[in-house]
């Protein structure tokens, strides 16, 4: 879908401005946010592209670099480090090759730490684009993947 048609969607309103830029981002294939991006929404919302620019830097949802397909979300607050988040990591690292804000050679993952992603009770826990994965352990962890890498 062309980006004008995306933003024109949404009520031209300065509270949509997440909605706007979240869409943006979902419809890139590379999970990011392009210079054109920002400057179409700053003209349709009538907003400075400074103010545009901020939001985006803000939310650590956004991105302004490429990356991969799916992104990977590891909660890196207490709960989850207490129920062995650190030992995940290093397993996430390991299977993906690459470390904490870097993407896969495939283009296919990017992994990111996230806090507290409210689901504390299946903790350790993990988002991978929309969706919330508790109760993880090395072997679940595997599984999850490769169901991604088979074109979940
Ligand atoms: S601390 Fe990890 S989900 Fe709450």
Redesign the pocket.
Known sequence: MEKREIISKFPRSREQILLILHELQRHNPRNYLEPEDLRLVAEYLDLPLSEVHDTVSFYTMFSLRPRGRHIIRL?D????HLAGSWSLLAALKRELGVEVGETTEDGLFTLELTS?????GV???MMIDDEVYGNLDEERLKDILDSYREGK
Do not use: N, Q, R
């Open positions: 909660c607050s207490p709960p989850c507290c992603l409210g689901v504390c903790a350790p826990a």
